[in-house]
């Protein structure tokens, strides 16, 4: 017997009926001269788990109640999944499918992973430094200004960083799959 889905809170009664995972990589083709091309692996996109399922019996629009309420969180949630990695998810869609009935509610759902390797918001990367040894430090930090076909993947392996740790140096890089030739980014 498989153990039940989870999101937060909320524990499923019986699991959904029926799964169906995306996993997707996002590539992007660079023209070069005479018409020939470039591949840059951009890194994987969230995982999106799409399914549907029906809650039987005495209650069941209250389970559905109780799943809706947790789409208008405004933070992901951890998702446990009976068979794949649990992952922090947001809870994108959730569809009533039929007809009212008293006693049955079917329902389709999709969830998205979410990445946690960065923060959401900016942060200052210089402080007001009342300290001459802290001035020098940030003036020490190495910099790279990104060329045509560069990734912050490869830059980051290039100079023995994880993604994690360049973006940790780079607070003002909210997405690391959006960056511009002529940016400026810190290597250490």
């Known amino acids: 017997m498989l153990s039940p889905m989870r999101f937060g809170d909320f524990v499923w009664p019986h699991n959904p009926k029926i799964y169906e995972i995306e996993y997707n990589r996002r590539i992007i083709c660079h023209k070069v001269p005479f018409g020939l091309y470039t591949l840059s692996d951009m ?35 951890i998702l446990v999944h009976p068979i794949w990695q649990s992952a922090p998810a947001w809870l994108v869609s ?12 079917s329902y389709e759902f999709e969830f998205w992973e979410c990445f946690e390797g960065y923060q959401l918001s900016a942060k200052a990367v210089l402080s007001s430094a009342s300290n001459p040894s802290e001035t020098e430090t940030v003036a020490k930090r190495v910099t790279y200004t990104i060329k045509s076909g560069d990734t912050l993947w490869g830059l980051a392996k290039a100079n023995g960083l994880s993604l994690t740790e360049l973006l940790k140096l780079n607070p003002q890089i909210r997405n690391p799959n959006i960056y511009y030739v002529g940016d400026v980014i810190y290597l250490s």
């Open 43 to 77: 890194g994987r996109d969230q995982r999106i788990l799409r399914g549907e399922g029906e809650f039987v019996g005495d209650g069941a629009y209250e389970e559905f109640g109780k799943l809706a309420a947790m789409f208008y969180s405004d933070e992901p949630r």
């Open 94 to 105: 959730l569809k009533l499918r039929q007809e009212p009935r008293k006693n049955y509610v």
